[in-house]
């Protein structure tokens, strides 16, 4: 690892653009980093038994439980802003080198040779765990452009594992899915692997993530209904609130049925604004408002909150010592943070959270940092309720442009580029968004056109996946050969690893010139930075005028 403290580049804050080498920007320590790489390393050899047993019809992809939950937590763990809990992570260390030598039992027996890469011939020893994690870093593979194919591989397979922790509680599962993963890391374990079967998994790795947010899409459906139009308060009443972040529903539900009628009000922060859209959570009188913007103001919102904070997935950002919510935060799922309560699933997969609802009775109501509604809720179904309207105003000239403006939000200053880029678009052009992106610009009050408002807000960033589905019923209505000749475009803004999928899954499905800002990836070589350009056209951003010139004409 050279001077190197540790080695991360997996988000868009990544140190000077290249990776976080003495301390990640987000907080994340060089013990915190070592560990996730060891978890991952840990996670290729699970993945490489598991495809081997498959290959060799020792073990179908459905009955791997617990290498299937260990496969996606630990990937899940690992997304930016999730897991800060050295414990939690060598915890999960330690289970899954126990997995993996039960599991390489179970191919001995069954005569499966398995291949000699490092990740299965590791003892797991503890007192190796420092030395193994450094050999086993994203700096392993010499090569960058191998490295960056395999980067781009593991970091779409962790939203992927994201999107399919939520469908799986909601009991939608994949063998598909899992069968998928276990190839691919057992691909990236392989120090042998070629430009074009990295090249081959990579876009594979696109395919699977529209199957996992179709799965997502699936399973939130069926349980909450399908998103209709809904206006979200984002006041505040008198009574004390408990704050719920991230993007799991499921924990959601749970928590509302727990503070029924106890004179507790729930508010919804960042990624989990969108659950006001559901029927079967909205029509809760209790799931008030939404509390806030995105992930990155948390420090100064959760202290004027005052009330209890659940984190069911990322983003954390890591609290001041003085900060006055520290003893109020509570944690679910496969993030953690030292000192923070964790609230883990019981025996009959349901999740106490009277703990949290005492607490919540003792504090005062939240404090009012805005008031007004937003509006959202137009994800695939209720924008398709909406198509005679839209193609109407599609043809006869009203809208011009359809602009997608799907992703993540983040702290640095050059992302007040997606405002000033939203208010300048011009008044005959419609935002597509999903994803904490929304929140540069969902209070602007754009206005419509005949009625279809300006920002069309679909959900969280898994809802991006309505966003293909819409485009490729446009493209059906209009009879277009090609998606790329609709009046669509795309301008992504990324963070964290949910969008690296997402961005994967628009290339699977053939989405040509879409341009991510505020800044390219670190994990993309030169080399495979020219394969997208060539292949895909894929660009980023410049200035707000030359990039409406170039994309609405
Ligand atoms: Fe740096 Fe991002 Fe990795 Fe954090 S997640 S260490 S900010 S690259
Ligand atoms: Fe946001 Fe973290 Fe990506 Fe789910 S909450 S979009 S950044």
Excluded at 47 to 62: D, F, Q
Aim: proline residues 4%.
């Amino acid at each position: 690892m050279n001077d190197n403290k540790m080695f991360c580049f997996q988000c868009q804050e990544t140190a000077k653009g290249t990776g976080c080498t003495l301390r990640g920007v987000c907080g994340k320590t060089p013990e915190t980093a070592k560990m996730q790489d060891l978890l991952l390393s840990v996670a290729r050899g699970v993945g490489t038994v598991c495809h081997y047993l498959e290959k060799s019809g020792n073990m179908c992809p459905s009955c791997q439980c617990s290498a299937e939950e260990f496969i996606v937590d630990a990937l899940f763990s690992t997304i930016t802003n999730a897991n800060f809990d050295n414990d939690s992570l060598r915890l999960k260390v330690k289970n899954g080198i126990e997995l993996k030598k039960t599991m390489i039992e179970k191919a001995k027996s069954a005569f499966v040779s398995l291949p000699n890469f490092a990740e299965i011939l590791w003892t797991g020893d503890e007192s190796d765990f420092e030395a193994e994690a450094e050999r086993q870093g994203v700096l392993r593979n010499e090569n960058p452009d191998q490295r960056s194919l395999k980067e781009l591989t593991v970091l779409g397979l962790k939203g992927i594992a994201a999107y399919y922790e939520h469908a799986a509680r909601l009991r939608k599962k994949s063998p598909e899915i899992i069968s998928f993963m276990c190839k691919a890391l057992c691909t990236i374990a392989n120090p042998d692997a070629g430009a074009e079967e990295l090249l081959d998994t990579v876009m594979e790795t696109g395919k699977f993530a529209v199957d996992a947010m179709a799965l997502l899409d699936t399973a939130n459906t069926i349980a909450f209904g399908n998103p209709e139009i809904t206006k979200v308060k984002i006041g505040v009443g008198k009574n004390p609130g408990i704050l719920i972040s991230g993007h799991d529903l499921s924990d959601l539900r749970q928590l509302l049925e727990q503070t029924e009628g106890t004179g507790i009000d729930v508010y919804t922060h960042s990624e989990m604004l969108p659950a006001h859209y559901y029927p079967q959570l909205k029509k809760y009188s209790h799931l008030v408002g939404n509390y806030g913007n995105a992930w990155w103001k948390q420090k100064e919102e959760f202290s004027s909150f005052n009330g209890p904070i659940i984190f069911t997935t990322n983003c954390i950002v890591p609290p001041m010592e003085n900060a006055n919510y520290k003893d109020r935060v509570f944690t679910t799922n496969s993030t953690g943070y030292p000192g923070w309560k964790h609230i883990a699933e019981g025996k009959d997969g349901k999740k106490d959270f009277s703990e949290v609802i005492e607490l919540a009775k003792k504090c005062k109501a939240p404090t009012e940092i805005e008031t007004g509604e937003i509006t959202g809720g137009f994800a695939h179904a209720q924008v398709f309720a909406l198509a005679d309207k839209i193609v109407e105003a599609v043809k006869s000239g009203a809208i011009r442009k359809f602009v997608v403006m799907s992703g993540c939000d983040g702290r640095m200053p050059a992302r007040n580029y997606y405002t000033e880029f939203a208010k300048a678009l011009p008044k005959d052009t419609v935002i597509l968004t999903s994803g904490c992106a929304k929140y540069k610009y969902n209070k602007l009050n754009l206005g419509d056109i005949g009625g279809i408002p300006r920002v069309l807000d679909a959900g969280q960033c898994n809802d991006s996946y309505s966003w293909a589905v819409v485009a490729l019923k446009l493209k059906e209505i209009f009879g277009a050969n090609d998606i790329n000749d609709l009046p669509i475009c795309f301008n992504i803004a990324w963070y964290e690893q949910k969008a690296v999928a997402v961005l994967l899954a628009l290339l699977w499905l053939g989405i040509k010139n879409i341009h991510i800002g505020p800044t390219l990836p670190g994990f993309v070589s030169e080399g495979v930075l020219k394969v997208l350009v060539e292949k895909f056209g894929l660009g980023t951003i410049s200035t707000v005028e030359e990039d409406i010139k170039a994309f609405i004409g």
